[in-house]
T-cell receptor, first 115, second 119 residues
Framework: AQKVTQAQTEISVVEKEDVTLDCVYE???????LFWYKQPPSGELVFLIR??????QNEISGRYSWNFQKSTSSFNFTITASQVVDSAVYFCALSDLYNTDKLIFGTGTRLQVFP | GAVVSQHPSRVICKSGTSVKIECRSLDFQATTMFWYRQFPKQSLMLMAT?????????EQGVEKDKFLINHASLTLSTLTVTSAHPEDSSFYICSASASGFTASSYEQYFGPGTRLTVT
């Protein structure tokens, strides 16, 4: 069965601190996709990244970076120099290659960035 | 591009009544639409998947007679909560995907959600 675990329910940091959100997944599939979404207080999910299981290269996009490690089944997300606008709930999700539309979401991590 | 809207954004209804939530893809044709439910401070749970012109596929434990889904066109899907009860109060989110729409063919585009409160 597929499962996504986000052990951190809430994280609080002060602006400009770096913060890492953990994501551990379980799947029997050899090919799959991993995602991160941001849900601000308004409720709308914002797509951040999709990574397929064949690509273990880390990715950086501005202040955001992702560390994908198949050996530990983890897909962690780091925000560098956090800002108040980063305050949101962040979800990690998993889908298999042949049913890419079916997303299995983790329970989310609520990030609060204080000024 | 790739905007999904939901209407209404908030609805309050009395117990026993039915309420309809619309999900529209505004600038693309959605071959597949999805309905999720999110309880406060919890994750999104997929309720059902609908393809245009065919019956929705419901996830285990979701009552198909209670949560009626219609995907009548490539830009519109509706979720009707029939005979709503307070335990149906939740945040309902739809998403849409369109194969071959962009390079991000596997991406789901999410609507802003509808908060349903049943009194």
């Amino acid at each position: 069965a597929q499962k996504v675990t986000q052990a951190q329910t809430e994280i609080s940091v002060v602006e400009k601190e770096d913060v890492t959100l953990d994501c551990v997944y379980e799947t029997r599939d050899t090919t799959y996709y991993l995602f991160w979404y941001k849900q601000p207080p308004s409720g709308e999910l914002v797509f951040l990244i999709r990574r397929n299981s064949f690509d273990e290269q880390n990715e950086i996009s501005g202040r955001y970076s992702w560390n994908f490690q198949k050996s530990t089944s983890s897909f962690n997300f780091t925000i560098t120099a956090s800002q108040v606008v980063d305050s949101a709930v962040y979800f990690c999700a998993l889908s298999d290659l042949y049913n890419t539309d079916k997303l299995i979401f983790g329970t989310g991590t609520r990030l609060q960035v204080f000024p | 591009g790739a905007v999904v809207s939901q209407h209404p954004s908030r609805v309050i209804c009395k117990s026993g009544t039915s309420v309809k939530i619309e999900c529209r893809s505004l600038d693309f044709q959605a071959t597949t639409m999805f309905w999720y439910r999110q309880f406060p401070k919890q994750s999104l749970m997929l309720m059902a998947t609908s393809n245009e012109g065919s019956k929705a596929t419901y996830e285990q434990g979701v009552e198909k007679d209670k949560f009626l889904i219609n995907h009548a066109s490539l830009t519109l899907s509706t979720l009707t909560v029939t005979s709503a009860h307070p335990e149906d109060s939740s945040f309902y989110i739809c998403s849409a995907s369109a194969s071959g729409f962009t390079a991000s063919s596997y991406e789901q585009y999410f609507g802003p959600g509808t908060r349903l409160t049943v009194t």
